[in-house]
């Protein structure tokens, strides 16, 4: 049941989280990502608790959604609950319910780092050092390019020259004689 509940925390986030990032920024979104999860682990292991790490992840994305989108009011159980709270009711409901919150506070700490080093420090003291790096700009690119028609878009009609070598042409015209 907590694996299902967490699919669902993780799809919902994700999807909120994507709306925030919009279609321009899908990168920086796979940055963060990519970030959260290996800072996740990361923490875990100094932790001496990396077993499974569902539960710090899903964490790391509902603390950020929550910084970058506080206002929104949700659900949980009937009980009304500020994005900007969703964390720490999330986290009281794991302890009341008898669970261990160590796991939840790696994911917040994993969360924390990301908001901290994308918004706080470059606001606060000028220093931009989680930036988007080039490589996923590129994938992001190629993933949004591969369901398109190739004859279509930027530079199509020079790779049809190219193709068939009679000026752009699908059929070249006989000569009538």
Known sequence: MQFLFGMMMIYYSLSTIEEYFGERRQAEFGTMLLFNAVVAMVYAYLA????????????????VWSKFVP????????????????PWVLMGFHLFTGGNPFNDLIGVATGHTYVYLKTILPDSHGYDVLKTPGFM?????????????????????????????????????????
């Open 71 to 86: 206002d929104v009011q949700i659900s949980i159980w009937g009980f009304p609950v500020q994005s900007m709270y969703l």
């Open 137 to 177: 700009e590129t994938l992001v690119g190629k993933l949004n390019n591969m369901g398109q028609d190739p004859r279509r878009g930027p530079g199509a009609r020079a790779r049809m020259h190219n193709l068939n070598n009679n000026n752009g042409q699908a059929d070249p015209q006989p000569n009538d004689q």
């Open 48 to 63: 001496n608790d990396y077993m499974i790490m569902q539960n710090p992840y899903l964490f790391s994305i509902i603390y």
